[in-house]
């Protein structure tokens, strides 16, 4: 028994943030109808691929998104198609819209009709800048996010140009609030009724550096980049010869033993005795610490660290990560068949539940695959009424 057994959600549209957000859904019980164009998730097309690049069902990011989930593919442009989606909305608990702000409603899909229809339904869209304002119909991506945002005003170098994210890692957080939100309204939804959740990711995006925002709403201060001498021993990941580690200072007493730690006698200099004296000789001090890391190997740099009782980091790529003792140890990966694709590691029980533990049932689903089961299992059409809408290009 999982938390979300018999809750019915609609998923429409082509989003990151939304099929992460149904992903875990479908995780923890939800049960998950992809709502599908005729062509498919664009996700699907996402390179890179396992295997053979044609196949729309081996994008490696359409894989991890969408495990545990039932696949239907319907016509947009058609009126019938439309007619099945608010029949799914009917007997629907939750829909979350992945969609451009009024696409659906061009499509004649009115969410106030569907809220009017279905008095407990919980719908979510997820936008790049919400469903209004003037900002509302922007074309996007992601780097415009995390600039309009915020965020890459304070991410990069003290003197260099501002930087976003390697990674589209707003779009998943945006998810996650999604998910918040829509529990939320679930939770109420049989004493409040059901409601609309307008979740914006560059607003995502602009919750996520509150220490910049406190800072001007505080001092008048504007919190840029930096600092101008990067922390030798704080935040920042330095080279070793195999990878990026790193120390951090929390006591007074910690640069003797750091200096004591890497066999560097030279960073007992006097020069270096005092915060300010090793502010003042930050170059010098940086060739020490980092000629002395090019000999060290990161994993030995890391655990002889703790030894001493330092504070040390280090980066963990994608292959050590699947070796990672901690995330062996507390059952993060879960191996998952996609089809003929076996085996795959996937993270599982993203929230930490012990009891009952999210754990993808089964693979993402091949475009369509669970049309017809759909229609007849919910909606309780006829196997011919279905034949005909498929050779009528309404559905696949």
Not at 29 to 42: F, H, L, P, Q, R
Not at 139 to 155: D, K, P, R
Not at 333 to 347: A, Q, R
């Amino acid at each position: 028994m999982l938390p979300l057994d018999g809750v019915l959600v609609l998923e429409i549209g082509s989003s990151i943030s939304a099929s992460y957000c149904c992903k875990i859904l479908a995780d923890y019980g939800a049960n998950i109808v992809k709502i599908e164009t005729i062509d498919g998730d664009s996700i699907r097309n996402e390179e890179p691929f396992i295997k053979d690049s044609s196949n729309i069902d081996h994008s490696t990011l359409f894989l991890s998104l969408n495990t545990g989930k039932k696949s239907i593919s319907v016509n947009f442009d058609e009126e019938n198609s439309i007619d099945l989606i608010v029949q799914l909305a009917q007997k629907a608990d939750v829909i979350v819209d992945g969609t451009p702000p009024k696409f659906l409603e061009q499509k004649g899909l009115l969410f106030s009709n569907l809220l009017n229809n279905n008095t407990n339904l919980v719908i979510t869209s997820i936008t790049p800048y919400g469903q209004n304002g003037p900002n509302s119909d922007w074309e996007w991506s992601q780097i415009s996010l995390e600039a309009f945002g915020g965020n890459m005003y304070v991410s990069g170098d003290y003197d260099g140009e501002p930087m976003s994210f390697g990674v589209p890692l707003f779009q998943f957080v945006a998810g996650q609030v999604a998910l918040s939100s829509t529990m939320m309204a679930l939770l109420c939804a049989d004493r409040l009724g059901g409601q609309y959740i307008d979740v914006s990711i560059s607003e995502v995006v602009t919750s996520c550096i509150p220490y910049a925002l406190q800072y001007y709403t505080y001092t008048g201060a504007i919190w840029g980049r930096g600092p101008k001498n990067r922390l030798l021993f704080g935040v920042d990941l330095w080279p070793t010869s195999n990878g990026h580690v790193g120390l951090s200072v929390i006591r007074s007493t910690d640069f003797e033993e750091i200096a004591a730690f890497l066999g560097v006698p030279e960073m007992y200099e006097e020069k270096f005795s005092t915060p300010q004296g090793r502010e003042e000789n930050y170059e010098e001090l940086k060739s020490l610490y980092l000629n002395r890391l090019q000999e060290i190997d990161k994993d030995d740099f890391f655990h002889e660290a703790h030894a001493w009782r330092l504070m040390a980091s280090r980066e963990l790529n994608p292959k050590e990560l699947l070796h990672c003792e901690q995330l062996i140890e507390r059952e993060y990966f879960t191996n998952v068949d996609h089809g003929k694709l076996t085996g795959l590691p996937h993270v599982s029980n993203v929230l930490g539940l012990n009891t009952t533990k999210g754990i993808p049932r089964e693979g993402s689903p091949s475009l369509g695959q669970h049309t017809e089961d759909i229609l007849t299992t919910i909606l309780n059409i006829d196997s011919n009424v279905i034949k005909d809408m498929k050779a009528k290009g309404v559905i696949k």
